[in-house]
């Protein structure tokens, strides 16, 4: 079954200070002053980033009064996972190879 991805997906996970911010949100929701304690960026620039991952699905906000929550929708990220599925399986089988071709080598 061929899955297509949209590529808002793969643009917002594509940066690492995005990739960051979704691991920190497994953890639970988090407003973006806690969220920029963990860098060297301001919250300008953390919210810039949150308005991404937002736009691509990846985070909703909660507002609690003054504040926004963010939690993580790491439900986009299955169908990463679902289109990258075939090419980890053709990984597996390359490295596998290798590790039976050094197994030989020091036999």
């Known amino acids: 079954m061929m899955v297509l991805v949209t590529t808002d997906v793969f643009g917002a996970i594509a940066n690492p200070t995005r990739r960051q911010l979704l691991v920190l949100l497994r953890g639970g929701p988090m407003n973006v002053t806690a969220m920029a304690e963990q860098f060297a960026l301001g919250r300008p620039a953390i919210s810039e980033h949150l308005k991404v991952l937002r736009d691509a699905g990846l985070v909703r906000e909660e507002p609690r009064g ?27 089988a390359k490295l596998a190879g290798l590790r039976d071709l050094l197994d030989e080598e020091h036999a």
């Open 66 to 92: 003054r504040e926004r929550f963010y939690h993580l929708d790491a439900e986009p990220l299955r169908e990463v996972g679902e289109w990258l599925g075939p090419y980890e399986q053709f990984w597996r």
